[in-house]
């Protein structure tokens, strides 16, 4: 079946520091590629995505690259700030059908002053 | 624009009572809906998911049910609530594309 790891966290950083959060999926084909960001107390919002091969989603200055040779869709972001301090999930979805999707099991960011 | 809402926002309910959550979702129609649980500090379990009116998914064998009464409307349902049924209930639906759009969720507790 399809699976998506991410790195343990917590993470803990200092602003302004450099951000990778690593995800690497396991599917047959080619999903389509989500990070999704959960801030204390709230519904996951949509953070980017990617459909296919080498596309790179960004947002916020939040960046991930599809990356098939590796099966791998890792979160960067070069300067982080006290607001980004939230829960990060990777997903992966094959659209069509149930569109159902495969999330990883998140990992925390903290980011101290 | 596309908005979903959940309600109640946090629930506390004793042990064997009934439990309803309603979820909808305005500006799409026929969307897939889906009901997901988050224990605390732990990753989403997928509950159900519906592709239409009437057509529901379980993934999860549990003492809770979920209705489709009409196109973007969706109810999770318990007869009782047990202690594990405690968590963070989320609803989503999704584009064509694949990508989900979640709710602002309701923290049940059972006491």
């Known amino acids: 079946g399809n699976s998506v790891t991410q790195m343990e966290g917590p993470v803990t950083l200092s602003e302004e520091a450099f951000l990778t959060i690593n995800c690497t999926y396991t599917?047959?084909?080619?999903?389509?590629l989500f990070w999704y960001v959960q801030y204390p107390g709230e519904g996951l919002q949509l953070l980017l995505k990617?459909?296919?091969?080498?596309d790179k989603g960004s947002n916020k200055g939040f960046e991930a690259t599809y990356r098939k040779e590796t099966t791998s869709f890792h979160l960067e972001k070069g300067s982080v700030q006290v607001s980004d301090s939230a829960v990060y999930f990777c997903?992966?979805?094959?659209?069509?059908?149930?569109?159902?999707?495969?999330f990883g099991t998140g990992t925390q960011l903290k980011v101290e002053l | 624009s596309q908005t979903i809402h959940q309600w109640p926002a946090t629930l506390v309910q004793p042990v064997g009572s009934p439990l309803s959550l309603e979820c909808t979702v305005e500006?799409?129609?026929?969307?897939?809906l889906y009901w997901y649980r988050q224990a605390a500090g732990r990753g989403l379990q997928l509950l159900f998911y519906?592709?239409?009116?009437?057509?529901i998914s379980s993934e999860v064998p549990q003492n809770l049910s979920a209705s489709r009464p009409q196109d973007r409307q969706f109810i999770l349902s318990s007869k009782k609530l047990l202690l594990s049924d405690s968590g963070f209930y989320l609803c989503?639906?999704?584009?064509?594309?694949?990508?989900?759009?979640f709710g602002p969720g309701t923290r049940l507790t059972v006491t």
């Open positions: 989503a639906w999704a584009t064509g594309m694949g990508e989900q759009y």
């Open positions: 599917a047959t084909g080619y999903p389509s």
């Open positions: 990617a459909t296919k091969a080498d």
């Open positions: 997903a992966l979805t094959f659209p069509g059908g149930g569109n159902k999707l495969t």
């Open positions: 500006g799409t129609s026929n969307p897939n």
């Open positions: 519906s592709v239409g009116i009437g057509q």
